[in-house]
C-alpha cells in the first residue's frame, strides 16, 4: 500500500505549489463599503483570470486591530482618515499608496413609519427619543463623527445616557431596522439599502467631511497585486460601482 | 498608584455581578422547581420539557440571542405586549441581561437539583410522613436539607455561567458602558479599541473570581 502515501504527498505538494502561485489578495474594508466593494472586487477578479479576491468588512477601528495584530491583510480601506493615520504611524501601511477614493453623507435616520419631528440635530434631546444607536467611537468612525455631531452643538453630555452603541454602522442599522432606537448615526449609503425600514430624517451637520481612504499594508505578500487593486478602486469603473452605490468622489 | 489602577472603571464588574446574582437567582428557584418535578413524579411529555430546559447549554449563544430579540423586541409577541401595557422593554437594559444569563444559568441548576433530588433516600421521606409531616414539611424538613450541598454545588457553577454570558446578553441588552456592559463586554470592547491594559484587568479579576467560586463547588461535592 504504499502508492496511498505516496500519492497524498504528491497531492500535498502539488496543492501547496499551488497555493503559491495562486494570486490572491485580501482586503479589509470598512463596514459600509460591503456592497460596493463585492461589486468592484467581482469585476477585478472578472478582468484579470486565476486572481481572487477575500473581502473582510468589518469597523473601520477593527479591522485596524487585526491588521496590527499580525492579520494578513493586502489592502485596508477605511472610513475615516483618523484610523488610516493611527495606521501609518503604527507603520502597518505604505504611505505611498494612501488615497482617497470615496466620500460620505451621515444623515440620522428612525424606524419608518414613526412618529413625525426629528428634523434637526437639537431634536434628538427631545424626551421623546428614548434610544439613540451609533457606532463605538473608539472604533467606528460613524460613531466619531456623531460624536462630533452632538458635541458641536453641545448635547453630548444631556443625551449620553440614552446612546445605544453598536460595532459597526451596519449594526446601527439593523437596530433602527427593528424599531429597537428611536435614532440611529449611518451613512446615507446604509440609509439607501432599506427604504421599506429607515427613514432619512435629516442629514447629520457639524462634523468633519466623511472620506474614504485606502492604502495597501506594508506586510503585504501580493504588494504588485494590491497595488493593483488599488489603482482599479480608483478607476472609472469601481468609481461608477460606487457612484451608484451612493458614495461621492472624495 | 498606577494611572491604570487610579481611573479603573469598576462599573462592569459591578454590573456583571448583579446580572449574574439575579440571572442566578431566578434560575435558582426554577430550577429547583423543576429539578424536584422531573426527579419526583411522572408527568406527561417530561423527557421533552427536560431536553427543552437543557437547550440553553448546547444552543450557540447567537441563538439564544436571535430567538430572544424575535421574542421580546418591540415587534415581538412579548416585548410588543410589555411595552405597550407597561412601557417596559427588556431590550437595552440589564433587565436583558439577566434574563439571557438566567436561561443558560438554568440547565446547570436543573441537572444539580434532579440529580441531588433522585439521590435522596425515599424511606427518610417515608418516615417523615409517617411522623405525621405534610408533603411541603417533608420537602422542606428531610428532601431538601439532604439535597441542598448537591444544589448549591450546581448554583455556583450556575453563578460561574451567567458571571461569563456574552454573546446573548450583547445581543439584547448591548453594551452601554454603566448600563449594560459586563465584564465580559467590557474585555471585548477593550480589545476592539486597542486597550490591553483593560482588558488584561478585567480578564484576570474575572478568572480570579470564577476560580474561587470553582473551588468552593468542588468543596461542597466532595464534602457529600
Known sequence: ?250 | MPPLLADFDAAPLALTLRVATVATGAALLLGVALGWVFARTRLPGRSVLEALCMLPLVLPPTVIGYALLVLMGRRGPVGAWLREHFDYSVIFHWHGAAIASALVALPLVLKAASTAFSQVDRDLEAAARTLQQSEWGVFLRVTLPLAWPGILAGTLLAFARAMGEFGASLMVAGSIPGQTQTASMAIYDAVQAGRDDVALLLALAVSALSVAILVASNRLLSRR
Open chain 1, 1 to 250: 500500500m504504499k502508492t496511498i502515501p505516496r500519492f497524498l504527498a504528491m497531492l500535498t505538494l502539488a496543492s501547496v505549489s499551488l497555493a503559491a502561485t495562486a494570486q490572491q489578495i485580501t482586503v479589509s474594508a470598512a463596514a459600509s463599503l460591503t456592497q460596493a466593494f463585492r461589486d468592484i472586487a467581482m469585476r477585478f477578479e472578472a478582468s484579470r483570470p486565476g486572481v481572487t479576491v477575500r473581502l473582510n468588512f468589518a469597523a473601520s477601528g477593527v479591522l485596524l486591530q487585526q491588521i496590527a495584530n499580525g492579520a494578513p491583510a493586502d489592502v485596508f480601506a477605511s472610513a475615516d482618515q483618523d484610523t488610516m493615520d493611527r495606521g501609518v504611524s503604527q507603520q502597518l501601511f505604505d504611505p505611498a499608496t494612501r488615497r482617497d477614493f470615496a466620500a460620505n453623507t451621515l444623515v440620522v435616520v428612525a424606524p419608518a413609519g414613526g412618529p413625525q419631528g426629528l428634523a434637526r440635530t437639537a431634536d434628538l434631546a427631545a424626551p421623546a427619543v428614548r434610544r439613540i444607536a451609533l457606532g463605538k467611537p473608539a472604533t467606528v468612525p460613524a460613531g466619531r463623527y456623531a460624536r462630533q455631531v452632538l458635541e458641536r452643538e453641545s448635547l453630548w453630555a444631556q443625551v449620553e445616557p440614552r446612546l445605544v452603541y453598536a460595532d459597526s454602522v451596519r449594526q446601527v442599522l439593523d437596530y433602527v431596522a427593528r424599531g429597537e432606537v428611536e435614532a440611529g448615526f449611518v451613512y446615507r449609503t446604509d440609509a439607501l439599502l432599506m427604504p421599506d425600514k429607515v427613514d432619512i430624517r435629516f442629514t447629520a451637520t457639524g462634523h468633519e467631511p466623511v472620506t474614504y481612504p485606502l492604502a495597501v499594508v506594508a506586510t503585504s505578500r501580493q504588494a504588485a497585486l494590491a497595488k493593483d487593486f488599488a489603482a482599479f478602486v480608483l478607476g472609472a469603473e469601481a468609481q461608477a460601482v460606487l457612484a451608484r452605490n451612493g458614495f461621492a468622489r472624495p
